[in-house]
C-alpha cells in the first residue's frame, strides 16, 4: 500500500530531479509520452504543460497512487510496469523514482528501448542510496536479533536495487541507443525533529510497515529513529542535512 499524502511529504525536494531529468529530454512535439510509476500524478501533470500536443499516458500499480492521480485530473490507470508494453506512437517513456521498486527493471529497460519507434526517448531517474547510512541503519536494526523474527529475511533490499550511471549507460547503448548518464547528491535541508525518519517513513520504510501491526511498527520507528538522530544530527538552527545520492539515465532509441 502507497499512502499519497505520505509521499508527497517533501514534494518540492523529490520533485527536482523529475525536472532535472526532463530537462535532457530535448524533444519539441512528441506524440505519446508515458509516464511509468506515475505515482500521485502532481509531476506527471508538468508533462502536460510542457508537452500540451502529446498524448499523455499514465500508469502506476499501486490503486491508492491511481486513484490520488485521477482526482488531480489525470487518466491514469492500474498497471504493472513489468506488463506494460510501449504503443508504436510512443515518443517519451520517462519512470521517476520507481524502477527501483522492481528488481527486473533493467531487463525491461532493454525491452523498452527495443520496442519504441526511431528517434524515441527514455528517462529515468532512481534513488542510489541504498549504502546510505539511513537504509544501512534500517537493515541492521531489521536484522537484529529482536526484529529478525518478526520481520522475516529479505525485505529491504541493498545496494544491488539499482546500478550505476555507467552501467545503465552500458546496458541502453549495448541496445544501440545514443545514452546521457549521470548521478546527483543532493543535500537536502530538512526541518524539524525525527526529520530523516519522516523523510522515509513514506518510501523506504514501506515494507516495514506492511510486516508489523501498529504496535510493533511504532516501536520500530522509535528505535530507527534514535540510531538516525545520531547518524544525521540535527543542526541548532533545527535543520539536518540529508545526502541522497540519485542516478539518472536519458537514452535515444536509434
Ligand atoms: C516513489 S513513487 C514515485 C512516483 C512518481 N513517479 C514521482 O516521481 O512522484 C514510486 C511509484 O512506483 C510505483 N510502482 C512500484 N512498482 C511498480 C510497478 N511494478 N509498476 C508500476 N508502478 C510501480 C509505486 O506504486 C509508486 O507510486
Known sequence: MWDPVAYQTYGDLRGRPFHELLARVPVEAPRRVVDVGCGPGTLTATLRERWPGAELEAFDSSSEMVEAARAAGLAAEVVDAREWVPRPDTDVVISNATLQWIPEHRDLLRRWVTALPAGAWSAMQVPGNFDAPSHVLTRQL?????????????????????????????????????????????????????????????????????????????????????RLAEAYPRRSDGTTWLPFRRVFAVARTP
Open 142 to 226: 531489521a536484522a537484529s536479533d529482536e526484529w529478525r523474527s518478526r520481520l522475516g529475511p529479505g525485505l529491504l533490499r541493498g545496494a544491488e536495487t539499482v546500478s550505476d550511471p555507467v552501467e545503465y549507460a552500458e546496458l541502453l547503448a549495448d541496445a544501440g541507443c545514443a545514452v546521457d548518464a549521470w548521478e546527483t547528491t543532493y543535500v537536502h535541508a530538512l526541518e524539524g525533529p525525527d526529520a530523516v525518519l519522516r523523510w522515509i517513513t513514506g518510501t523506504a520504510l514501506r515494507p516495514i510497515r506492511a510486516a508489523l501491526g501498529d504496535d510493533d511498527w511504532e516501536a520500530f520507528r522509535g528505535e530507527l529513529g534514535e
